[in-house]
């Protein structure tokens, strides 16, 4: 077996990757990094691989990546037979692509107040979720055009690696106060994205019928 995730069980981008790894039956091994409170992942063990110290890290065969981002698009694109969830038509591609930013930008003070109302991370709550509140209106308003149009997902008729990236860090934000009730169109996307084959939940993740 190749590949190994350094992961943190709790950390919602390792569980991004952990969501695409079950969804696309990849074998693995898992390596348990103390996140909280052993701050494990600034030791430097972990630094050789990521050298800012952030989860989760890949490693296949001598590839070694992190960010969760690049390890979503790279296992899509060595794991995925079928190119569904990383299409490479161009508009496709490129609005994944976008999402996957979003994620890694708009959606940063998202992950960070998840982390200071539930691991006493520095931060000001507030400030962090009036621009996670943001995001998620954009989120929402897209996701509420494609519904109309009788589309589920974020970019294609089927699940991608944008809605994988997307999905643990709205679905978590209950975790710093935010109502899930405000966004309807996300909630319908978090039921469907629920019946991925594959899919595999974590603490905190909502289970609505």
């Not at 691989?49 to 070694?64: A, E, N, Y």
């Not at 943001?134 to 294609?156: K, S, Y």
Request: aromatic residues 10%; charged residues 25%.
């Amino acid at each position: 077996m190749s590949l190994t995730l350094y992961n943190y069980e709790l950390d919602d981008s390792s569980y991004r990757v952990r969501l695409l790894l079950s969804i696309l039956k990849t074998p693995h091994e898992v390596v348990a990094v103390d996140m909280v409170p052993g701050k494990e992942h600034l030791g430097p063990a972990v630094r050789a691989l990521s050298p800012l110290g952030s989860l989760p890290v890949l490693i296949d065969g001598d590839l070694t990546l992190y960010g969760p981002e690049a390890i979503l698009a790279y296992l899509a694109k060595a794991y995925d037979p079928s190119g569904q969830f990383l299409p490479m038509e161009a508009k496709a591609f490129g609005e994944t692509m976008r999402w996957l930013n979003f994620s890694a930008s708009a959606l940063a003070p998202a992950m960070q107040a998840r982390l200071v109302a539930l691991l006493d991370e520095p931060g000001d709550l507030e400030i962090l979720k009036r621009a996670a509140r943001e995001a998620f209106r954009v989120m929402d308003d897209h996701m509420t055009l494609r519904q109309i149009d009788g589309v589920e997902w974020f970019v294609a008729d089927h699940a991608t690696i944008a809605d994988v990236t997307l999905f643990p860090i709205f679905a978590l934000s209950r975790d710093f106060g935010i109502d899930h009730d405000e966004f309807p169109a996300l909630r319908r996307w978090i039921r469907r994205f629920r019946t991925l084959d594959g899919f595999k939940t974590m603490p905190g993740i909502p289970d609505y019928h």
